[in-house]
């Protein structure tokens, strides 16, 4: 595609369900990433994949998030049992490679608000 | 762990005047990557521009420029000329070279522009 797609945009979920949130990276690019920002906060990195090394989960804030990236393409970031706290806009991005100054694409992110 | 800092929640500018964006890091290393992000209200994050630390001369992108001073672990940016689709959110990121993808980002400042 185009640019980077989220999906979806926004989610309203309640206290306690699982949520998964989706992320398609611009076609070619092998780094992924996962970023969390909460209200009036800057971007939390979350987890990061590249093509078929095991992913930096480093940035995960519990053992309810994880994530999958299939066939080094689509990348799903799983909350189980949500929370209040985990209420924000999840942000993906992709690059070409990782590192220097290679750019960061950011898709429009996924308002998550846990009731 | 590096910090960036932003001490500016908010700043209003005329149109076409000139607003400058602060943002201070803290870093023990002595080559890096900087960047300025404008995040508008559709949530995607957009790079504004990049700065290399082993570059002296001071990024330039049309009406945007950066001011880095790198003893003082400093990274302003500038926009000239303010224009109404300025208004947005910026954020000053930081990266360690190489290998690292990891962007550490500041709380952000938003910037209004007044017509």
């Known amino acids: 595609g185009a640019g980077v797609s989220q999906s979806p945009s926004n989610k309203v979920t309640e206290k306690g369900k699982d949520v998964e949130l989706r992320c398609d990276p611009i076609?070619?690019?092998?780094?992924l990433y996962w970023y969390r920002q909460s209200l009036g906060q800057g971007l939390e990195f979350l987890i990061y994949?590249?093509?078929?090394?095991?992913?930096?989960k480093s940035g995960l804030p519990s053992d309810r998030f994880s994530a999958e990236r299939t066939g080094g393409s689509v990348s799903t970031l799983t909350i189980q049992r949500t929370q209040q706290e985990d209420s924000a806009v999840y942000l993906c991005?992709?690059?070409?490679?990782?590192?220097?100054?290679?750019?960061?694409?950011f898709g429009q992110g996924t308002r998550l608000t846990v009731v | 762990a590096q910090t960036v800092t932003q001490s500016q929640p908010e700043m209003s500018v005329q149109e076409a005047e000139t607003v400058t964006l602060s943002c201070t890091y803290d870093?023990?290393?002595?080559?890096?990557?900087l960047f300025w992000y404008k995040q508008p209200p559709s949530r995607q994050m957009i790079l504004v521009i990049r700065?290399?630390?082993?570059?002296?001369q001071n990024a330039t992108e049309n009406r945007f420029s950066v001011n880095f001073q790198k003893a003082a672990k400093s990274f302003s940016l500038k926009i000239s000329d303010s224009q109404l689709g300025d208004a947005a959110m910026y954020f000053c990121?930081?990266?360690?070279?190489?290998?690292?993808?990891?962007?550490?980002f500041g709380a952000g400042t938003t910037v209004t522009v007044r017509a």
């Open positions: 991005a992709s690059s070409l490679n990782a590192g220097g100054t290679s750019e960061a694409f």
């Open positions: 076609s070619g690019h092998t780094a």
């Open positions: 994949f590249q093509g078929n090394s095991a992913p930096d």
């Open positions: 870093t023990s290393e002595s080559d890096y990557y």
């Open positions: 700065q290399e630390a082993y570059k002296q």
């Open positions: 990121a930081y990266r360690k070279p190489s290998n690292d993808y990891k962007l550490s």
